[in-house]
């Protein structure tokens, strides 16, 4: 049986990870059995992050990797009955959620102090005071770097805020009034977006990133309808 490795569960949401949360979306979507392998540390993956899935001797690392392993080994078909322009549609709207929106989600979580009182109490609980302090202040220093880098780490808090609005705004508008972004059933975008803006709701101490979405009743039932549809029961 193939193998899901994650990080564990954060913040309320299946994983405190969004891409771990996409994959489960894909294996999930993809109708496969798979076996969850909870783990905090991804210094032995192959890109040293998880979401990677392990199907017999084949290491598959990152979650567009997954879904094309999915697709080409067992004949999934996470755009079944999409047209050409709907399947570039998700692929824009794929880029965005994990290329931009992604990244606010990072720096508001790991670069705002208070917020990131919080993720050390979530994220490290458990490890020995001393060693746990060490090793989060590492990670958070590796996560913050990664934001500057990106550049999404170079913008005021309220600068991150308005381009996402406008990316959030963009999408609300291909959403319409449909359950999911082409239509009735959720396809490899929904299985993106839903945890993105999971992720942002989730977030345990409101602020405007997150009001972005727990503003919004629309996008509130969407991701609603994301868990119910797409995550394990
Ligand atoms: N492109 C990758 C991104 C995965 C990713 O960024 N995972 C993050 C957690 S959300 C991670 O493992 N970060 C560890 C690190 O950067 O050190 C995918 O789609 O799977």
């Known amino acids: 049986?193939?193998?899901?490795?994650?990080?564990?569960?954060?913040?309320?949401?299946?994983s405190g990870s969004p891409f771990a949360a996409?994959?489960?979306?894909?294996m999930e979507l993809s109708g496969q059995a798979y076996a969850l392998d909870v783990n905090p540390d991804p210094r032995k993956s192959p890109k040293k992050k998880f979401p990677v899935l392990q199907d017999g001797a084949q290491v598959i690392p990152d979650s567009d990797q997954i879904r094309d392993h999915l697709e080409s080994a067992y004949g999934v078909d996470f755009e079944a009955g999409l047209s050409e322009a709907q399947k570039a549609v998700s692929r824009m709207v794929i880029r965005t959620f994990e290329e931009n929106v992604y990244f606010a989600i990072l720096a508001s979580r790991w670069m705002n102090d208070d917020h990131w009182a919080l993720v050390k109490e979530e994220f490290f609980r458990g490890m020995p005071p001393v060693i746990g302090g060490f090793i989060a202040n590492a990670v958070r220093k590796g996560v913050v770097r990664q934001c500057i880098g990106q550049g999404m780490g170079r913008h005021s808090e309220e600068e991150q805020v308005a381009r996402v609005e406008k990316d959030i705004a963009a999408f609300s508008v291909l959403?319409?009034?449909?359950p999911f972004l082409h239509g009735d059933a959720p396809t490899g975008a929904d299985a993106s977006v839903v945890p993105m803006l999971r992720a942002m709701a989730?977030?345990?101490?409101?602020?405007?990133?997150?009001d972005l979405v727990l503003k919004d009743p629309v996008l509130m039932a969407y991701i609603a309808r994301g868990k119910e549809t797409m995550y394990p029961s």
């Open 1 to 14: 049986m193939m193998k899901l490795s994650v990080y564990p569960a954060g913040f309320g949401e299946i």
């Open 202 to 210: 989730a977030f345990p101490k409101q602020n405007s990133l997150s």
């Open 22 to 26: 996409k994959a489960i979306a894909l």
């Open 175 to 178: 959403l319409g009034d449909k």
